[in-house]
């Protein structure tokens, strides 16, 4: 079993930076891959980034290629997702989550999520 807990969000103008952050707790954090994802209001959650358990492999949405970067730190069971040129359009409830064999994108194929950390951007 494992418990997220997403942190970082706020609001933010456009053109500018954030850095969330995803505790996690319970055994086995650093043999799961961890993936960023991301729903606006009246829109599905989406994939946005994810990382292999070794951090040898990131995947990335193209909305967000070469703005976002994810990364995890398994010595302090965290996994990062900086944001940099942020636009109006990835406002967003953000969420982490945990995902027990390989990386992918769909939602339904993550094990453990958090409860989420909004994201603002305003124009």
């Known amino acids: 079993q494992v418990q997220l807990v997403e942190s970082g969000g706020g609001l933010v103008q456009a053109g500018g930076s954030l850095r969330l952050s995803c505790a996690a707790s319970g055994r086995g954090f650093s043999s799961y891959a961890m993936g960023w994802f991301r729903q606006a209001p009246g829109k599905e959650r989406e994939f946005v980034a994810a990382?292999?358990?070794?951090?040898?492999?990131?995947y990335y949405v193209d909305s967000v290629k070469g703005r976002f970067t994810i990364s995890r730190d398994n010595a302090k069971n965290t996994v990062y997702l900086q944001m940099i040129s942020l636009k109006p359009e990835d406002t967003a409830v953000y969420y982490c989550?945990?995902?027990?064999?390989?990386?992918?994108?769909?939602?339904?194929?993550?094990?453990?999520w958090g409860q989420g950390t909004q994201v603002t951007v305003s124009s």
């Open positions: 989550a945990a995902k027990r064999v390989g990386t992918s994108r769909p939602p339904g194929e993550y094990d453990y």
């Open positions: 990382i292999s358990w070794t951090s040898g492999n990131t």
